[in-house]
DNA sequence: GCCGTTTTCGGCCCGACTGTTTTCAGTCG
């Protein structure tokens, strides 16, 4: 049982719960526990086994037992059984509808007996609901929309793919004149991989024109909701974005809330509500009896001086420690996009890029870069029309070439050399050592078996040529999971053979993610932020490499292409 | 169901929008 899964059960369970109508804080409850065992690093199983479940926030005596008899019983027990006969899983999947909660699927599944996706839509071609109390002929159309959406749309958007549509939206409404101050918050503004909507905040002297032009943006497919403070739009591209207007003197305090995360914000409001605040998106109150009196909200600083904090980033507000750091000043310095001296994963025509090597190094220098490493693929794949160990010694005197042709920037000679199945590398060694950089890498037989994966990994990096490795769990966002790997190992080794691993910054990949480069940290493993970049465009992805680092609380120190060329080579093993 | 510098009871974040309700319930973020 992996945490993921027990969490997942505790949110059915809390979904149940919801839909039976039980008391809502004990449904919060399971809900909490449940996103906080999502995030959890430690091993549910050995909490568990060292009756240490109730050490962790949140976990009393009744969701220690209840998790405890979910282990024993590998995904179930007496409790969660008698739930599920009284309400299935497959009706909580409709919970994903827009606009469809609990009681509203209450009715549906006692009253016309719905379980599935299928079966609504059949409902939904009959006349019957309309005769059912509080459903009029706007709900049930709204359903039917809502229904045909989730159909297409039913997973969370990709950060790289989102955000500059995001930023289009934002150059459109600043471009109208009508709005004075604008920011993009939720989950964009964290940083995160993969976002759920937009959560554009802004000011303006005339809302309500705001609020129009939004909803007839030519990015628009509908519209949700319009208000007089806020409105809800569904992009053409699926995504919704949600416009909200404040006042000016609640801006800071409207950011930081929409912001979130919706667990760093709770933990905030708590720890003002013992200081006698209260923090809402308007501002920071002080209670003084039955009234309350401002005492700021126009900076998002504001709410953080409020309860003693200095300011924290938006990517690391995740309740994971941040708030206990900002306490104690200890806070960690995160690191920049222009702490960044060097791309070091680049393809050319060498392999599957599409670009020339003079090419991709003129795109380095023009970011600004003191070097790059050229790191063509060494495969037996034949898609990828890498190099063989014949065609290195011309790939190695091309790297040469460009490296004296062109002049404010350093080409290192690189390769992204495959692991095969066995552990071993594509190339011999005597091959390997004639590289600057060794990039290693899987890119088949991804679906092992833990414990052989991970020995096939630990034997890579325990090559002494080997640099780095290269996007290690190899998973693809929405579209592939990450290999099963026993990491706790794999960093050992890492550590152990000095081992730099790669924050992949492909939109897709982004791999390690944040998580697990924060668990790579902690046991003083060092880093490298690349772009895999297969065209010259390709080298501005960069930032969201960084961005994901922050969220993994990197700081300069931990990834090694900060240094100046010569510390560069000097780190490697 | 959890929690406690107001600890074994009584709180637990809360405001905006929609639809069909004539004063509010449901849903969302």
């Not at 008698?82 to 827009?98: G, N």
């Not at 409902?123 to 609901?129: D, F, G, S, V």
């Amino acid at each position: 049982m992996d945490n993921k899964k027990i969490a997942q059960i505790l949110g059915q369970t809390a979904d149940i719960l919801e839909i039976k109508e039980a008391n809502p804080w004990r449904i919060n409850a399971y809900r909490q526990a449940s996103h906080y065992l999502e995030n959890l690093e430690q091993d549910i199983n050995l909490m568990a086994k060292e009756n240490k479940l109730k050490t962790l926030p949140g976990i009393g005596t009744g969701l220690a037992n209840y998790i405890k008899d979910l282990i024993a019983n590998n995904g179930t027990c007496p409790e969660f059984e008698k739930l599920k006969k009284q309400v299935p899983l497959s009706l909580l999947k409709l919970l994903e509808i827009e606009g469809l909660g609990p009681k509203k699927l209450k009715i549906l599944f006692k009253k016309f007996e719905i379980t599935s996706l299928y079966k609504l839509e059949k409902l939904l071609k009959t006349k019957k609901l309309y005769q059912e109390e509080n459903w009029g002929e706007k709900s049930v159309q709204n359903l039917i929309e809502a229904v045909n959406s989730y159909k297409s749309f039913r997973h969370r958007f990709l950060l790289g793919e989102m955000e500059p549509l995001g930023r289009e939206i934002v150059q459109e409404l600043k471009k109208s004149k009508l709005v004075s101050q604008i920011e993009i918050c939720g989950s964009m503004r964290r940083g995160k991989s993969t976002i759920g909507d937009f959560d554009i905040l802004i000011t303006s002297s005339q809302p309500l024109k705001v609020i129009k032009l939004f909803t007839t943006l030519k990015q628009v497919s509908k519209v949700v909701n319009q208000g007089k403070t806020k409105s809800q739009v569904v992009l053409k591209q699926g995504i919704k974005a949600d416009l909200r207007v404040v006042k000016k003197s609640s801006f800071g305090a409207a950011v930081h809330y929409f912001t979130g995360s919706k667990a760093h914000n709770i933990s905030l409001r708590k720890l003002a509500q013992k200081k006698n605040l209260r923090i809402n998106e308007y501002g920071v109150f002080k209670k003084k009896g039955q009234t309350l009196k401002k005492i700021g909200g126009e900076r998002e600083k504001d709410v953080f001086k409020a309860v003693d904090l200095p300011w924290i980033p938006p990517e690391i507000r995740e309740n994971k420690g941040e708030i206990m750091a900002g306490l104690k000043n200890q806070l960690p310095c995160l690191i920049k996009l222009k702490d960044i001296k060097a791309d070091a994963h680049l393809h050319t025509k060498w392999s599957d890029g599409e670009k020339t090597i003079l090419e991709m190094a003129q795109a380095g220098k023009k970011l600004g870069y003191e070097y790059v490493a050229i790191t063509d693929h060494a495969s037996p794949l034949g898609m990828v029309q890498g190099l063989t160990p014949q065609r290195v010694a011309s790939y190695l005197r091309a790297i040469k070439r460009a490296n004296q042709k062109v002049k404010g920037i350093k080409i290192l000679a690189g390769v992204e050399v495959d692991i095969m199945k066995n552990g071993r590398l594509y190339l011999s060694d005597y091959l390997l050592k004639k590289f600057d950089l060794v990039l290693a890498a899987v890119h088949s037989s991804l679906k092992m078996e833990k414990k052989a994966m991970t020995k096939r990994l630990c034997q890579a990096i325990n090559n002494p040529w080997v640099h780095v490795l290269a996007h290690p769990t190899n998973r693809l966002l929405n579209k592939r999971e990450p290999s099963k790997i026993d990491l706790r190992v794999l960093f050992q080794q890492a550590k152990k053979t000095k081992t730099i691993l790669e924050l992949n910054s492909f939109w897709r990949r982004v791999d390690l993610s944040s998580q697990q480069a924060r668990w790579a940290k902690e046991q003083g493993i060092k880093m490298i932020i690349s772009t895999d970049a297969h065209n010259s465009n390709n080298l501005e992805l960069m930032k969201y490499g960084v961005i994901n680092a922050r969220r993994g609380w990197l700081e300069k120190k931990d990834v090694v292409n900060t240094l100046p060329y010569d510390k560069f080579l000097k780190a490697l093993k």
